[in-house]
């Protein structure tokens, strides 16, 4: 699977985005797709991950915030972001894998796009 993360800009605190994962390859529909964030100078961590069931998970810091959802046929999955806060600023990055909040577990990894959010 191949997949292009777009979708990232520059936003006042309180704003929203909606981050789009593009994906290519016959195996999409049985991936899970994750988001994964990275800040400059921190770890990559898990924000959410959607199964090809559904089913969802949230990392606590963003959930009632973030929603995460998937459009198979599309083969896109999207990240919307609600009430976004200066420390949500980071690279969004999308993978496609096995549904967990380790990114080891995922194979296949978008190019990751940029979210700024200012005070």
């Known amino acids: 699977v191949q997949l292009q993360a777009s979708g990232g800009g520059s936003v006042q605190a309180g704003g929203s985005l909606r981050l789009s994962c593009a994906a290519s390859?016959?195996?999409?529909?049985?991936?899970?797709i994750g988001w994964f964030r990275q800040a400059p100078g921190q770890e990559r961590e898990f924000v959410a991950a959607i199964m090809w069931s559904g089913d969802t998970d949230y990392a606590d810091s963003i959930k009632g915030r973030f929603t995460i959802s998937r459009a198979t046929a599309a083969r896109t999955g999207y990240l919307h972001m609600n009430s976004l806060k200066p420390e949500d600023t980071a690279v969004y990055y999308c993978a496609a894998g096995f549904m967990s909040r380790l990114a080891t577990n995922y194979d296949s990894w978008g190019q990751g796009t940029l979210v700024t959010v200012s005070s």
């Open positions: 390859g016959a195996v999409f529909s049985r991936n899970a």
